[in-house]
């Protein structure tokens, strides 16, 4: 992220090759750097004032611990917001694991914030539940551990291309434990990808292009959900948008 911590003594070595312990002396993680723990956390605080949701149900729920027991093991983007979501978790009792889905998307100093506070814990004692986001921890598993499934109770995906792959795996009769798709949810489909689509769009690209959108003529592909967020937040930004779209509907709403 373009807020995030940089420090000048960071290096290149990869993390898998880096003796680091965090301050309770556990090296019980693999982070980029633990000294930006402090950093990532205050950018976890943000994201928690954000987040009333699940803020309210950590107040409403850790006493009885509805998650007591559990054990989760999950593979997302790592930010601010699903750090909240994993220390929510936690916080109702669930013992949880944790690995990125995605180095690029890290957000290197939320991971070392996670990594001090050490609510990712080592899950040997099995009963587990998946929560993937893209299908990679699961294709993992069944690719290099297929013998794990039988300890699985369950996997919630939430994406397009981890939900198809779930859907193939069923197809080939190899899923055998239940699988919660939350991608077709109307709260992702409704409110994720219209409205979090019209915030990161522009900063995906700005990221990526370093352009300024003001006056550019840009094609949006389909006026779903997603296409609609876009839309709105590049036409906001001035440029001027044109839009494909093959079914009659959602053209005519474009
Ligand atoms: N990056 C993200 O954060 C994110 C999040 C959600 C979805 N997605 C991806 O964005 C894409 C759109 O998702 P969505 O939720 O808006 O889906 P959607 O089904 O709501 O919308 C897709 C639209 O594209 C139109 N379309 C299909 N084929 C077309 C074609 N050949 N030419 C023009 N239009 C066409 C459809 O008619 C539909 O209106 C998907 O590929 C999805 O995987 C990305």
Sequence with gaps: AAASYTDS???ETSPRDKQQKNSKGSSDFCVKNIKQAEFGRREIEIAEQEMPALMALRKRAQGEKPLAGAKIVGCTHITAQTAVLME?????GAQCRWAACNIYSTLNEVAAALAES???SALWLLRWQILD????????IYKKYPNMFKKIKGIVEESVTGVHRL???S?????C???MNVNDSVTKQKFDNLYCCRESILDGLKRTTDM????????VCGYGEVGKGCCAALKAMGSIVYVTEIDPICALQA
Excluded: E, I, N, R
């Excluded at 929510?88 to 109702?92: F, N, R, S, V």
């Excluded at 300024?212 to 094609?219: I, N, T």
């Design 171 to 175: 197809k080939a009769g190899k899923l």
């Design 177 to 179: 434990v239940p699988a």
């Design 118 to 120: 050490g609510a990712l």
């Design 133 to 140: 986001d893209g299908g990679d921890l699961t294709h993992w």
């Design 167 to 169: 859907y193939q795996l």
């Design 88 to 92: 929510t978790l936690g916080a109702l």
């Design 9 to 11: 003594s960071d290096d």
């Design 212 to 219: 300024m959108f003001g006056g550019k003529q840009v094609v």
